[in-house]
């Protein structure tokens, strides 16, 4: 009987999820680069092929984002094929395009080569200030042997 009831509810939810999402700006393409300073690694835990690294570092950010912010890397290397996983938080302080100043969270989700390149997907929320109602995703790579990230992500401010 739920079968027979789903498009009704479906007929019935549609419409109070569209005016919503009608309140969201278009996204705007933003790019950049961000550069790693004062790199700190710590050994959390080495099993067999497996390590498990915290990496924190400090960003400073170029390009459509301008600012810095401290960022916290877990990091998941299989020592025999040197494949590396990651997530990453970052708490950004500064401006994006033509924003005013203010802090957003970025998290960072990624995979790669230790000593060669990698790539991730970004994701950016909670904006404060100069950035509140900021949200975004898009992509980053990092060629091999760098500490500077080139990424675009698509943002948009949340008007509701």
């Given at each position: 009987n739920f079968l027979l009831l789903l498009p009704l509810v479906l007929l019935i939810m549609v419409p109070m999820i569209l005016p919503a999402s009608a309140c969201i700006a278009k996204p705007t393409l933003v790019t950049g680069q961000a550069t790693a300073s004062n790199v700190q690694e710590t050994?959390?835990?080495n099993t067999g092929n497996t390590l498990v690294a915290r990496i924190t570092s400090t960003l400073t950010f170029t390009g459509d984002f301008q600012g810095t912010g401290p960022a916290t890397a877990i990091a998941i290397?299989?020592?025999?094929?040197?494949?590396?996983?990651?997530?990453?938080?970052?708490?950004?302080t500064g401006t994006i395009s033509t924003s005013?100043?203010?802090?957003?969270?970025?998290?960072?989700v990624g995979n790669g080569m230790i000593g060669g390149a990698s790539q991730a997907y970004d994701i950016l929320n909670h904006g404060t200030d100069g950035l509140k109602g900021l949200?975004?995703?898009?992509?980053?790579?990092?060629?091999?042997?760098?500490?500077?990230?080139?990424?675009?992500?698509?943002i948009n401010f949340d008007q509701r």
């Open positions: 050994i959390l835990r290397i299989d020592t025999s094929t040197y494949k590396l996983t990651f997530i990453e938080q970052v708490t950004f005013k100043p203010g802090t957003v969270n970025i998290l960072i949200n975004g995703e898009g992509t980053q790579a990092t060629a091999a042997n760098s500490q500077t990230t080139t990424f675009s992500v698509k």
